[in-house]
């Protein structure tokens, strides 16, 4: 590899539970974790390729990814909560109520986290996995109430379950969103139709395609841009 790698253990005392639980999942005989590449930690070192994973926003990831695909084969691991536990503690810690949430997650989620670093997704060098995953969600009351605030905050997360994944090599793969039904050209109104989501995660689809060449703009229209698939990206 082009930079220095440090060996393990870098940065684990403050490793939240679902990081660590979902790091523990993937893991391969002869994994390193907590890897120091140049400025940054790798979450884990297979081989050749560095694998992190991002429980949360991926808009702070987008400068260490860039750094990382200039020397290294990157992996992304995105989960999404299909199925979520809410457990709600009272202020000694006992549990009060633990019920399911109604929203569940699906793979066409992913797109949320895409959108902040689509310029990446071209990159030869970089893949993603997305993970469907039952999670426990802990609640504790706030400390100090405001009306600007909820009464709780979500104390941490748990991963219960892994319930399915999907993985994305290369820019065509990712051209799965786009329901084999649509025919092209479409505009995101119709890709919205026919996803059964709202207009603006069929937005977010179109711009990531975009940008990584999966979808190309042929015309624009009074109900939005034409789009066709590029099947040779």
Same mark, same amino acid.
């Given at each position: 590899?082009?930079?220095?790698?440090?060996?393990?253990?870098?940065?684990?005392?403050?490793?939240?539970?679902?990081?660590?639980?979902?790091?523990?999942?993937?893991?391969?005989?002869?994994?390193?974790?907590?890897? /120091?590449?140049? !400025?940054?930690?790798?979450?884990? =070192?297979?081989?050749?390729? $560095?694998? +992190? @994973?991002?429980?949360?926003? &991926?808009?702070?990831?987008?400068?260490?990814?860039?750094?990382?695909?200039?020397?290294?084969?990157?992996?992304?691991?995105?989960?999404?909560?299909?199925?979520?536990?809410?457990?709600?503690?009272?202020?000694?810690?006992?549990?009060?109520?633990?019920?399911?949430?109604?929203?569940?997650?699906?793979?066409?989620?992913?797109?949320?986290?895409?959108?902040?670093?689509?310029?990446?997704?071209?990159?030869?060098?970089?893949?993603?996995?997305?993970?469907?995953?039952?999670?426990?969600?802990?609640?504790?009351?706030?400390?100090? /109430?405001?009306? !600007?605030?909820?009464?709780?905050? =979500?104390?941490?997360?748990? $991963?219960? +379950? @892994?319930?399915?994944?999907? &993985?994305?090599?290369?820019?065509?793969?990712?051209?799965?969103?786009?329901?084999?039904?649509?025919?092209?050209?479409?505009?995101?109104?119709?890709?919205?139709?026919?996803?059964?989501?709202?207009?603006?995660?069929?937005?977010?689809?179109?711009?990531?395609?975009?940008?990584?060449g999966a979808l190309e703009a042929i015309d624009r229209k009074r109900n939005g841009i034409l789009y066709?698939?590029?099947?040779?990206?």
């Amino acid at each position: 590899m082009a930079d220095q790698m440090e060996s393990p253990h870098i940065g684990t005392l403050n490793e939240k539970p679902l990081h660590a639980s979902l790091k523990a999942w993937l893991a391969e005989p002869g994994d390193q974790f907590e890897v /120091r590449i140049g !400025r940054f930690v790798a979450d884990i =070192v297979r081989g050749s390729q $560095l694998i +992190e @994973v991002q429980t949360g926003s &991926t808009s702070p990831l987008k400068r260490k990814l860039s750094s990382l695909l200039k020397h290294h084969a990157v992996h992304l691991v995105i989960p999404i909560a299909r199925q979520k536990t809410i457990i709600t503690l009272n202020e000694q810690g006992e549990i009060v109520s633990s019920r399911k949430s109604p929203k569940r997650g699906e793979l066409l989620d992913v797109f949320h986290q895409l959108v902040s670093i689509r310029t990446l997704l071209g990159d030869a060098n970089f893949s993603v996995e997305a993970l469907l995953i039952h999670v426990e969600e802990i609640r504790r009351p706030r400390g100090k /109430r405001t009306r !600007r605030w909820k009464d709780w905050e =979500v104390q941490e997360r748990r $991963l219960v +379950e @892994v319930l399915d994944h999907a &993985t994305f090599h290369h820019p065509g793969d990712f051209l799965v969103a786009i329901p084999s039904s649509l025919e092209d050209p479409f505009t995101t109104a119709d890709l919205a139709r026919a996803t059964g989501r709202p207009r603006r995660m069929a937005q977010q689809i179109a711009y990531c395609l975009r940008e990584m060449g999966a979808l190309e703009a042929i015309d624009r229209k009074r109900n939005g841009i034409l789009y066709v698939r590029n099947f040779h990206c």
